[in-house]
């Protein structure tokens, strides 16, 4: 094995590397929770502007606030990547047998696609992890943006969980967070108080283009969703990682529940969005390419 920048009883990474490079160099089994949010293949390029708002105080900014106060309008960086492969699968599929080597016998993947490619990555996890190592399909709806005309709006993205070993994983429901029952009336008033435990739908909004987990990476997911990733399949101390990391909210969310992390990606906004959201959790590496 080549010489790795991250040790067991090592700091929290961040580490600017193309993943194919990067995990061949770490260990057999020695992450808990893998949370992988790779490309959709769109066919697109993505991108997202950083906006932020600056009082103005001779009150002739650009948009006007609470209690009638102005606000300048400052443009910050603007991140982009291409979304779109001439071979997508032969670009996932290994990076795919590395999450299952990676896998404690305890762990479990999660793999966050779109109904592009869900159907197909499904049939290869089952020849990579077995199929008896499906867990479930978690879909992620959310009511937000345009909506098409001539079909079907699609307002969901698909979660394909697989465990490393169906008599081993880690699963503890007591940890994740609870909903409100729809139909509050029909339960007594203890299980009204106490919440109901999510099912494989999940209703979480996007990240709020105005609130404090904005970051101004395209394609960032919410921490809430991912809270409730690591609740369940992680323990304080375990180890997750994410090697298609982008904004770093598996970062972001296993720093605060006391969890381990590192975090992969290669392109350079990426670095520099988790270097300023994660600096103080963690060190920024890189990996030579192979």
């Known amino acids: 094995m080549t010489e790795t920048v991250w040790a067991p009883d090592g700091s929290n990474l961040v580490v600017h590397a193309d993943n194919a490079d990067f995990l061949p160099t770490l260990p057999d089994g020695a992450f808990t929770l893998i949370y992988v949010d790779p490309p959709f293949n769109t066919g697109r390029a993505q991108q997202r502007q950083e906006t932020r708002m600056v009082l103005n105080a001779g009150g002739d900014g650009d948009r006007v606030g609470f209690k009638g106060r102005s606000y300048d309008t400052i443009k910050g960086a603007l991140h982009r990547y291409d979304d779109a492969f001439s071979d997508y699968w032969s670009f996932l599929e290994p990076r795919l047998v590395e999450a299952w080597r990676l896998l404690a016998d305890d762990g479990t993947l999660y793999l966050h696609l779109d109904y592009r490619e869900v159907h197909y990555a499904k049939v290869m996890l089952d020849a990579i992890f077995g199929r008896e190592c499906f867990l479930n399909e978690i879909i992620w709806a959310y009511d937000y943006g345009a909506r098409a005309k001539n079909r079907w709006p699609t307002k969901h993205d698909n ?30 008033p203890a299980k009204r108080e106490l919440g109901k435990l999510p099912t494989d739908v999940w209703w979480h909004t996007i990240v709020s283009p105005t609130g404090k987990e904005k970051t101004g990476y395209p394609t960032q997911k919410p921490e809430g969703l991912v809270r409730r ?58 990996c030579p390419p192979a």
């Open 229 to 286: 990733v690591v609740a369940a399949s992680s323990r304080p101390g375990d180890w997750c990682l994410d090697f298609f990391a982008g904004s770093g909210t598996l970062g972001a969310v296993a720093a605060k529940m006391g969890r381990r992390f590192v975090c992969v990606d290669q392109n350079q906004p990426a670095i520099d969005v988790m270097a300023k959201r994660l600096g103080a959790h963690a060190e920024i590496a890189s």
């Open 159 to 188: 979660i394909l969980v697989y465990v490393k070993n169906p008599a081993k994983y880690h699963f503890n429901s007591a940890e994740v967070d609870r909903e409100p029952y729809m139909a509050p009336g029909l339960v007594t």
